[in-house]
């Protein structure tokens, strides 16, 4: 079930996918949705404020956090990319969201960090929120950075934060590799639901992903958080082999948990 935990709550990053996914599904856990994005987003329904702004822009950060009591933060750069970009949006975009969230009083964070924080474990190793981050390129690199700025706010200021190592979330597994990372658009819900709802949430990693057979992220130091989700991959594993080919073991996109990203270069 849905609780109304937080009477307004400001989700960032809202024209893109995720954003766009739980818009509407968020709506049953606040009174009042606050969307942000440095891009157009659609008009504010009721319930809705949408506020246009670039996270690397200290004052409109500050404006746009004001009034908000938790904060699902999907803004910012979600690929690999070059360094200029994700300084902006990634490192410099994530302490001007917690200092805002100090400043204004802010208790809860839901941070959409990625499992590109851990990309460089193999496919066949299994990673806790207690293993060392392997980030798999300058993108993981900057979720490390958000996950560590987050620890920082709570042992400083009490500021609870999900670091939510997201795997692949996106309407259905496009290849082999996301058969084990993905998170249907429902489960991202529980998840993020669970981590607003749970009474201490203190700071915590949990990965997300679907119920799927096959997976390589061990959530049991996140048991306080109470997500337990309800899809799995597995009703798509016989069409994605029947439309990819078997793997080339030799490739560090199949041997890395990263897949891809992993070989994305130069830095
Ligand atoms: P997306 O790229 O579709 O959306 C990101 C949004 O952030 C965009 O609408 C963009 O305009 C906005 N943004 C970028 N720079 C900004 C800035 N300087 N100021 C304000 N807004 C800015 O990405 P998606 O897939 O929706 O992911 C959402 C979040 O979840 C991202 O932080 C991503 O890193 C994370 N994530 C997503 C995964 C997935 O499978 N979809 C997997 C792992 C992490
Ligand atoms: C991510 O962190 C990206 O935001 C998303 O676009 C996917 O590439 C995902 O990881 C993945 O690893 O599949």
Redesign the pocket.
Known sequence: MTIRTHPRILMTGAAGGLGQAMRSRLAANCEVLRLSDVSPMADAQAGEEVVQADLSDMPAVQKMVDGCQAIVHFGGI??EQPWAPILQANIIGAYNLYEAARVHGVQRVIFAS???VMGFYRQNEVVDALSPPRPDGLYGLSKAFGEDLSRLYFDRYGIETACVR???SFPEPRDRR?LA?WLSYDDLHRLITACLTTPVLGHSIIYGTSDNSVGWYDNHLAKHIGFRPQDSSDVFREAIYAKTSAPDLDDPAVQFQ??G?VKIGPL
């Open positions: 979600s690929v990625s499992n590109h997201i795997g692949s996301m990372t990263g897949g990203f």
